[in-house]
């Protein structure tokens, strides 16, 4: 009799506030999940923003709050997924702060994945909906160097290929030259010895930046406190 009184109690809650059953039982199961997430509970926060996906399937709330979680928890490919559909069901009714949000997140999640020509893309989303925001600004700029240091690397392993068939073929050159070449593999060493210095430096560095700003992202949305997320907004509460 309780339980009848509970679920007539629910409906006509529903009907008041203009929700459906539907509507109304999915908010409380995305209520409980945010705050599992922020307990860092990240499997029961999934399990419960699926249940609510069962009930309501185009709701871009869920979709990028269970995205975001799956970031915290390294699944960056089913998070990119989560927030693609985020995007599907964007309507009239959704706020350019919300699109931020999706497209920021977005980005990085694929920053993540290394795919940084997708994350120019996303981050340039999240400016067009709100062009004063510095996080995003930031995060093209980086994008935008990552993925010139990966062309650059990826035609640096190109170009090396036929130098190095032709320094085994110098090298099987007659023994008369033994003596100079020995002189030149001395200095090419000190050379090569060099540049190798300076692009680990150079890749340290680059290294720390990355590690950085996904470490600052991943302890940001691990602090119990702090409801917003790391450099976009925060978890959406309600978009229907």
Known sequence: MIKKFLLLFLFFTANFYGFS????????????ANRLFKKGNYEDAITLYERALSKITNSTQIYYNMGTTM??????DTAIQLFDMAKNNFN??????????VYYNSGIAKIENEDY??????FIESL????????????????????????????????NSPDEQEGESDNNEGSNNSDNNQNDNKENN???NSNENDKNESEENSKSDIDRLLESLRQ?????????????????DKDW
Do not use: H, W
């Open 117 to 122: 020509q997708g994350a120019i893309n996303e």
């Open 92 to 101: 009239d009714k959704t706020s350019k702060s919300i699109k931020n949000s």
């Open 21 to 32: 059953l539907n509507e109304m039982t999915a908010k409380i199961d995305v209520d409980r």
């Open 128 to 159: 067009v909906n709100n062009p004063k925001d510095e996080n995003s600004k930031r995060a093209l700029e980086y994008a935008k160097k990552k993925l010139e240091e990966q062309k650059n690397n990826s035609g640096s392993k190109s170009q």
């Open 190 to 192: 000190n050379s090569d």
């Open 220 to 236: 940001f949305r691990k602090d119990k406190n702090n409801e917003e997320q790391y450099y976009g907004g925060g978890r959406i």
């Open 71 to 76: 970031v915290s928890i390294g699944e960056t």
